[in-house]
Nanobody, 118 residues
Framework: QVQLVESGGGLVQPGGSLRVSCAAS????????MNWYRQAPGKERELVAT????????NYADSVKGRFTISRDNLKNTAYLQMYSLKPEDTAVYYC???????????WGQGTQVTVSS
């Protein structure tokens, strides 16, 4: 059974930091690129960060570049999104996504809420 389980969301003050995690099971994690998306109320889902299957290449949305870091541990089947200098506009539900290009297989987690507010 394929599972992606996000954790680590919560309430943080502006300027604070938070790390969200995505624990994977039921599929060959190390063969999938991992992505973090977010969706704020009333807005479309936005791609925030990506990391290749081996972890060698990362990419970020301009809105988070320099503040967020995506990483993965293929021995623990877990992906991470470390967020620094958080802003109120970072408030959203954060989703992890696993994607494998050659067969277009695609899995989603249930999301974790991140709220940036004083």
């Amino acid at each position: 059974q394929v599972q992606l389980v996000e954790s680590g969301g919560g309430l943080v003050q502006p300027g604070g930091s938070l790390r969200v995690s995505c624990a994977a099971s039921g599929f060959p994690f190390s063969t999938y690129a991992m992505n973090w998306y977010r969706q704020a109320p009333g807005k479309e889902r936005e791609l925030v960060a990506t990391i290749t299957s081996g972890g060698g290449t990362t990419n970020y949305a301009d809105s988070v570049k320099g503040r967020f870091t995506i990483s993965r541990d293929n021995l623990k089947n877990t992906a991470y999104l470390q967020m620094y200098s958080l802003k109120p506009e970072d408030t959203a539900v954060y989703y992890c996504n696993a994607y494998r290009r050659w067969d277009k297989s695609n899995y989603w987690g249930q999301g974790t809420q991140v709220t940036v507010s004083s």
